[in-house]
């Protein structure tokens, strides 16, 4: 299993909404190389979802059920997406401060990458966030 972490404006696409609609398509992501990290994820993958913007806090968890297809948004032909099902809330709210803060989350992509909307996680980020998160995931 790899771990990822998304980014989403809470006013375009938040957590509630990906709640609310259970399994949802990620669509839209124009960026190679975060189209390219969604073509790596497979089904089972666990996913932070984070809410840029004016949070800047990762909320969620989500799961990869299905890997990546053609956006049908994408009228070039050369972006995809990938279906997340919403999995948890995690208890409490790791920020943006908060990562930049931690030891072990220094090479983490959401500080070195800020503007990428798609990006790994290594096992061991993981762990170290959902530890923060007071969440077992």
Not at 127 to 135: F, L, P, V
Request: charged share 25%; glycine share 6%; aromatic share 8%.
């Amino acid at each position: 299993m790899a771990y990822w972490l998304v980014k989403s404006e809470p006013g375009a696409w938040s957590w509630d909404d990906h709640v609310r609609d259970g399994t949802a398509e990620w669509d839209g992501v124009r960026n190679h190389q975060a189209n390219n990290n969604m073509k790596a994820m497979r089904t089972g993958d666990r996913v932070f979802f984070y809410h840029s913007v004016n949070e800047k806090q990762i909320v969620g968890i989500v799961e990869v059920t299905r890997e990546h297809y053609p956006d049908p948004t994408d009228a070039s032909g050369k972006f995809g997406m990938v279906d997340f099902k919403a999995l948890m809330p995690v208890e409490r709210p790791v920020t943006l401060a908060e990562v930049k803060a931690e030891p072990g989350l220094e090479n983490i992509p959401l500080v070195r990458h800020s503007r990428l909307s798609v990006m790994p996680v290594s096992a061991d980020e993981w762990r170290i966030i959902c530890r923060m998160a007071g969440t077992k995931a």
